[in-house]
């Protein structure tokens, strides 16, 4: 319907601080589109897949599926076992919060999977982490805080259902 206009490469920098100005005022969809332009003429861009991956988890809230299968895929694509394990775990963990947003039946008991699951990364990614970095350790904490507020733990079968959530 639409050619898209590609970018300039000297405009990569200035477009990718509009991405995370566009995060920041909750406008994701926005950081989206600037992001794929990006990736378009650079595709190995790491900071535009870790922008990508940010906004799309910023879109859980609205909609999981597609859009939490989109965001594990570009996890492959980032360079190093460390960020490939952190953002892995920052993926679950929105997924979990979104769950918990939803209040239907079963909703804490999906998120707590969720939860387990990012927590499984973020310990993965500790002990790959660079010197004086412990956003995996923070992340790791948060989601143990917020499970505690629901100490049952989750029914038999719901780790299960953690890909079923995508399709």
């Known amino acids: 319907m639409f050619q898209l206009k590609p970018l300039s490469p000297d405009a990569i920098p200035a477009a990718l601080d509009k991405a995370e100005r566009y995060r ?3 406008e994701p969809q926005e950081a989206e589109s600037i992001c794929r332009d990006v990736l378009e003429i650079d595709p190995d861009n790491q900071e535009a897949l870790t922008a990508l991956i940010l ?9 999981l599926g597609g859009v939490v ?13 460390y960020q490939q394990a952190y953002y892995a775990g ?5 997924c979990a919060k979104a769950h918990l947003r939803q209040r239907v039946p079963d909703a804490v008991g999906t998120a707590w999977a969720w939860f387990r699951k990012a927590m499984e990364h973020f310990e993965e990614a500790e002990p790959l982490r660079p010197s ?5 350790i923070l992340r790791w904490n ?5 499970l505690m507020k629901y100490p ?15 399709e």
């Open 24 to 26: 920041l005022l909750n």
């Open 55 to 63: 906004a799309l988890t910023d879109q859980f809230r609205e909609r």
């Open 69 to 81: 299968r989109e965001a594990q895929g570009l996890v492959a694509r980032l360079d190093g076992d």
């Open 90 to 94: 920052i993926i679950c963990e929105r």
């Open 132 to 136: 004086g970095n412990d956003d995996a």
């Open 142 to 146: 948060a989601c143990a805080r917020i």
């Open 152 to 166: 049952e733990p989750a029914p038999a079968g719901v780790e299960d259902r953690l890909t079923l959530d995508l």
